[in-house]
C-alpha cells in the first residue's frame, strides 16, 4: 500500500487525514471513509484524498465507489503513474477491458519497460478478443525487454488464433534455432504437427523433445511407445518405463502403457522390471480402482495368483461395481482353495449382482464344504434360477445341489440329480469324477465305483484329478498302500502343489503308521490353501481326523 499525501499544509486538515489513514490501517473503513470525506470537503481536488478513499472502498469490495476516486486521483495528478496503474487494474477488475487498455497504453508510452502494464493490457487484448493488437503489443515487448521463449509461445498462440498456422509453424521453428534446448518450443511444435495429423515431422522431434526435457513424461511415453511398436522394443520399453514414473501423463496414459507391456506376450510371464511401475502405480494412486486393477493382472499374468487376488480386492474396495473384476476373484479364489474369502466374497459379490449366477453356484459350494447342506440348496437354486443358456454352469449347478441333498441322507434323489448333471455336461469327465468322489466319501458302491475311477484313471492318464480320485477311492478302502502309490505317481506340479493333494498325502502316511511323513504333509497343505476344515485340528492334534460333511 502507498500512503497518500495531503496536498494543503493546514493543520486542522493534516491532522484530519492522518486520522483517516490511521483508522484505514486499523480496518476501520467507515470512520477512515468519514475523515478522507470530510477532507474533501475542504479540498475537493485532493488526488491524495481521492486515492485514501479509493483504497478504503477497495477494503470493502466496494468496487464502484474505488473507481470513482481513482479515476478523480488519476485525472487530478496525471503525472503519478502509480494513481493510474491502481485505475488500470480497478477497470479490469469491473470488467471494463476497453477503458483499461486506454489507460495501459497511455503508461506504457510513458514507461515502456515496465512488464506490468504489458502483461496487464495483453489480458485486455485478450479479453475483447483482439489478437492482432496482443501480437504488436508482444513484439513492441520484445523490442524493448528482449525476445524469450515465453514470448515465442504467446505469439505462436495468436497466430493459431488468427488462423496463421503457416506463419505460427515458422515463428516456432526459427525459435528452435534460437532456443534450442527449449522443450517448451519443442513441446508445442510436437503437439502442433500431432493435431495436423503431421506424424512424421511429430516423431522426428520427439527424440529432440525428451533429450531437451528428460522429465516429460508426456513426450517419453509418446517417444517410448513409437519406438516400441517400430520394432526397438528394449529401446522403447526404456522411455516408457520412465514416462511412467514422470509427472505430467494422466493415469489413463499411463494406463494404457502398462496394460500393453503387461499383455504383451501371453505366452511367456511379463517382464519383472514391470513390477516396480505397478507397484508405483498403486502406491500413487491408491483410490484409483485401475491402479489396482493393472496389479491384478500383472500378477495375475505372472503366476502369482494370491498377489493377484489381493490386488483385485483392492480394486473392489475402490469400486465395488466392476462385475468382471468380482468374477475374477472369485474363480482365483477357488482355484487356490481359499475358502473363507471364497464364501465371503461370493456371498458380498450375490448381495450387489443378484442376477448373476456364479457368486450364489460359489456361495453354495463353500457352504456344501462346511455341512450347511439347507443353506447351500438354497443359494445353488438361487442360482439355478438366474442362469441363461450355460448347460455347463448349469451343471456344475446341480452337481453341487446333488453334494448338499446327498449331505442330507436323501440318497436316490441325490444320485438322480448327479444323472442330471452328468447329462448336462455332455461328457465332462470332472462332474463325473465329483459324483465318484461322494460315492467314495460315503462309501456307496464302493466296488463299483473304484472300478469306473480304474477307467477314468487309465482314460485319462494325464488327468491328475482322476488319479488323486482313484487314490481316494483306494484311501476310503483301507488299502492305503495302494492309495500313496497312486498318489505319487501324480507329477502335475501345479496339482501337487495343493492343498487337497497334500492333505490326503498325509491321511494316508498317518494311516501307513509314519506320523512325520504326515504331518510334514499336513502343514505344507496350510502353505497352499485352506485345506479341509479339519486339516488344523489333525496339525493340532498330530491325528488323523475324520472330516464330519
Known amino acids: 500500500m502507498h500512503e497518500p499525501i495531503a496536498a494543503t499544509q493546514d493543520p486542522a486538515y493534516i491532522r484530519q487525514f492522518h486520522s ?14 468519514s475523515d478522507f470525506k470530510a477532507c474533501l470537503a475542504k479540498q475537493p481536488n485532493d488526488a491524495a484524498v481521492h486515492y485514501a478513499l479509493f483504497q478504503s472502498y477497495l477494503k470493502q469490495d466496494r468496487y464502484e465507489e474505488a473507481a470513482y476516486h481513482t479515476e478523480q486521483a488519476a485525472k487530478l495528478d496525471p503525472k503519478n503513474l502509480h494513481y ?4 488500470a487494474f480497478m477497470y479490469q477488475q469491473l470488467g471494463k477491458a476497453q477503458e483499461a487498455t486506454v489507460v495501459f497504453e497511455g503508461l506504457l508510452k510513458a514507461d515502456p519497460k515496465n512488464i506490468d502494464y504489458y502483461s496487464g493490457a495483453l489480458k485486455c487484448y485478450d479479453e475483447l478478443q483482439k489478437p492482432a493488437k496482443s501480437y504488436a503489443l508482444i513484439v513492441k515487448m520484445e523490442q524493448q525487454l528482449g525476445e524469450n521463449p515465453s514470448t515465442v509461445l504467446e505469439k505462436f498462440r495468436l497466430l493459431q488464433q488468427m488462423g496463421k498456422s503457416k506463419e505460427s509453424v515458422a515463428l516456432l521453428e526459427a525459435a528452435r534455432i534460437t532456443f534450442p534446448s527449449e522443450p517448451s518450443i519443442l513441446a508445442n511444435l510436437v503437439d502442433h504437427y500431432f493435431r495436423m495429423q503431421d506424424y512424421s515431422a511429430g516423431f522426428g522431434l520427439l527424440k529432440d523433445l525428451v533429450e531437451a526435457d528428460p522429465n516429460n513424461g508426456v513426450a517419453l511415453l509418446m517417444y517410448g511407445e513409437m519406438l516400441y511398436r517400430s520394432g526397438k522394443q528394449d529401446e522403447g ?11 505430467g501423463p494422466s493415469l489413463d496414459q499411463k494406463m494404457n502403457i502398462l496394460i500393453m507391456l503387461v499383455n504383451e506376450n501371453k505366452q511367456a510371464a511379463p517382464d519383472p522390471q514391470l513390477e516396480p511401475l505397478v507397484q508405483y502405480m498403486t502406491q500413487s494412486f491408491p483410490n484409483e480402482a485401475k491402479a489396482h486393477s493393472i496389479a491384478g493382472d500383472y500378477y495375475y499374468v505372472a503366476g502369482q495368483p494370491n498377489a493377484a487376488i489381493n490386488n483385485y480386492r483392492q480394486t473392489l474396495r475402490c469400486d465395488p461395481n466392476l462385475y468382471p473384476v468380482w468374477n475374477q476373484v472369485l474363480i482365483l479364489e477357488f482355484e487356490q482353495g481359499r475358502w473363507s474369502d471364497l464364501q465371503k466374497d461370493a456371498s458380498a459379490c450375490a448381495e450387489l449382482f443378484p442376477s448373476q449366477a456364479l457368486p450364489f453356484f460359489f456361495k453354495g459350494l463353500t457352504l456344501n464344504r462346511s455341512g450347511a447342506f439347507a443353506a447351500a440348496i438354497e443359494s445353488l437354486e438361487t442360482a439355478k434360477s438366474v442362469l441363461i443358456k450355460d448347460n455347463a454352469l ?8 446333488a453334494v448338499a441333498t446327498l449331505g442330507q441322507k436323501n440318497n436316490d434323489k441325490a444320485l438322480a440329480l448327479f444323472k442330471e448333471a452328468m447329462t448336462l455336461s455332455q461328457g465332462n469327465p470332472l ?3 465329483n459324483y465318484l468322489h461322494e460315492l467314495a466319501k460315503y462309501q456307496m458302491e464302493p466296488t463299483k465305483t473304484n472300478e469306473r475311477l480304474a477307467e477314468l484313471a487309465s482314460q485319462f492318464g494325464g488327468n491328475p484329478r482322476s488319479s488323486f480320485e482313484y487314490a481316494y477311492s483306494f484311501f476310503q478302502l483301507g488299502q492305503f498302500s495302494v492309495a500313496r502309490d497312486w498318489l505319487l505317481k501324480i507329477q502335475d506340479q501345479k496339482f501337487v502343489q495343493s492343498a487337497v493333494y497334500q492333505e490326503l498325502l498325509g491321511d494316508v502316511y498317518f494311516k501307513l503308521g509314519q506320523l512325520q511323513e504326515a504331518l510334514a504333509c499336513w ?3 496350510l502353505t497352499y490353501g485352506e485345506g479341509s476344515i479339519v486339516l488344523t485340528e489333525k496339525i493340532t492334534q498330530k491325528s488323523y481326523v475324520q472330516n464330519p460333511y
Open 20 to 33: 483517516g489513514v490511521r483508522n484505514m490501517l486499523n480496518e476501520q473503513h467507515e470512520a477512515a471513509i
Open 237 to 247: 520399453k526404456k522411455y516408457l518405463h520412465k514416462g511412467i514414473l514422470a509427472e
Open 431 to 433: 462332474i463325473e469324477l
Open 84 to 87: 493510474k496503474r491502481e485505475l
Open 523 to 525: 502343514q505344507k497343505a
Open 394 to 401: 448349469l451343471a456344475e449347478v446341480i452337481c453341487q445341489i
